[in-house]
């Protein structure tokens, strides 16, 4: 009971007594009674001068326990104020107050403010796309169709089929009336699940799926996992908060990376930008150089024919020579090995991990390519539940040898399944 006592040098956990057991000198294990002590009360206003802390929290304890509106409730258990003085002053510093108003209210007029830049996928004064019937194109859309702006098959699709055998008659039983109009409010539940998930799609623009691809992948990798986290919430925060959101990350990301740069041109003892430009161009050139020196040991990792990395290293040193390259020969094998493919440098690179980045090397696959094939092949396994190489062959038209290691690194990875 308030007002209690809280020991200042004991703890933690912090060490509380009462009134009764302090003026007795109590003590107990490492608690002396000399010790300094703090006098603990919600005897005080916080928001308003005639409201105490422990009536402020009285006031949010009796309304979750009664319920937003019921005034007369939350005065009898509170005891303390009237049913006029609860209403007025939870309106003015909980609901109207900028500082603690209610998320869901906020929501609410977000959602009911019809803003002008909210996110649409096609406008009236544009021409949309017209897939085939069954195309990936049409896959893509969700079967939607946009010179009817609705989609071939709707979700919830025979949600109607339970309405097909009703017939209200006159000589109906109260209960079975009741029963009746019980399915049909059933029946109007699921139309509106039905328009809130079409909402969802048409204000987050998720029509369009590849423009949304093409806009996630212009973020770091970093921002894009958080993306992929905080897709499940974006129809709980609206389409422009949504993308409040994932800027401000993104900003912070980048600020991010620019303080640890600067903190490494201080490290190294850089002042002025002019010398850091100096810097970072003396550090590619020992980078580069660190790359030559490497080479071979990043060849001979991967080439296990020894006559064509033989052939490559001097087809290479005649094109840093400044010299059209021999013509290669073949290997002892019969077969001419190719180099692994350098990354450095190639947009997408640092959206790899060390996995892909071996097998965009081994495939001779430009990472841009990569992440392109490795999306359509995952959007399709979820939509089919499991994906077949002869469909990832038909999807990804490049040769098939390349086309199968792909397949079965996403298999070994468990980016996808087995259909």
Request: contains cysteine.
């Amino acid at each position: 009971m308030e007002p209690y006592i809280k020991c200042a040098e004991c703890g933690p956990p912090p060490f509380f007594l009462c009134l009764q057991c302090f003026t007795r000198g109590f003590e107990y294990k490492k608690h002396q009674s000399d010790h300094t002590y703090e006098i603990m009360t919600s005897d005080f206003p916080v928001l308003d001068p005639s409201w105490t802390a422990q009536e402020e929290m009285a006031l949010l304890e009796a309304v979750m326990d009664c319920g937003f509106g019921n005034w007369q409730d939350v005065a009898n258990q509170m005891c303390t104020k009237t049913k006029e003085e609860c209403e007025k002053h939870y309106m003015k510093h909980f609901i109207n107050n900028p500082l603690f108003a209610s998320t869901l209210l906020n929501l609410k007029q977000a959602e009911e403010a019809k803003t002008a830049d909210t996110a649409i996928p096609f406008h009236s004064a544009d021409d949309p796309p017209r897939p085939t019937f069954d195309s990936l194109l049409s896959r893509d859309m969700a079967g939607y169709m946009p010179a009817r702006a609705d989609f071939i098959e709707e979700f919830d699709n025979y949600a109607e089929w339970d309405l097909r055998d009703i017939d209200f008659v006159e000589d109906d039983s109260d209960i079975l009336h009741a029963l009746k109009m019980a399915v049909v409010d059933i029946y109007h539940s699921r139309l509106k699940e039905r328009q809130r998930r079409k909402k969802i799609i048409r204000d987050h623009g998720l029509i369009n799926l590849r423009k949304f691809q093409l806009m996630e992948r212009r973020y770091p990798k970093e921002v894009q996992d958080l993306y992929e986290t905080m897709r499940r919430f974006a129809r709980i925060v609206g389409p422009v908060e949504h993308d409040k959101f994932i800027e401000s990350h993104a900003l912070e990301f980048e600020l991010r990376r620019e303080i640890k740069r600067l903190q490494e041109y201080r490290t190294a003892g850089i002042t002025n930008f002019c010398s850091a430009r100096t810097y970072d161009h003396l550090k590619k050139t020992r980078e580069e150089e660190r790359l030559k020196r490497t080479m071979l040991s990043e060849v001979l990792q991967y080439i296990q024919d020894s006559s064509a990395c033989q052939q490559w290293l001097r087809r290479q040193a005649d094109i840093d020579s400044g010299l059209s390259p021999s013509v290669p020969m073949a290997s002892n094998s019969g077969r001419r090995s190719a180099p692994p493919l350098n990354l450095t440098g190639l947009p997408g690179t640092e959206k790899l991990n060390e996995k892909e980045k071996e097998l965009c090397q081994m495939v001779r696959l430009v990472p841009g390519a990569y992440l392109e094939y490795k999306s359509a092949l995952l959007n399709e396994c979820n939509k089919q539940g499991g994906l077949r190489l002869a469909q990832a062959r038909a999807l990804i038209k490049i040769d098939v040898n390349k086309t199968r290691k792909i397949y079965d690194f996403l298999i070994r990875e468990g980016y996808i399944t087995k259909a």
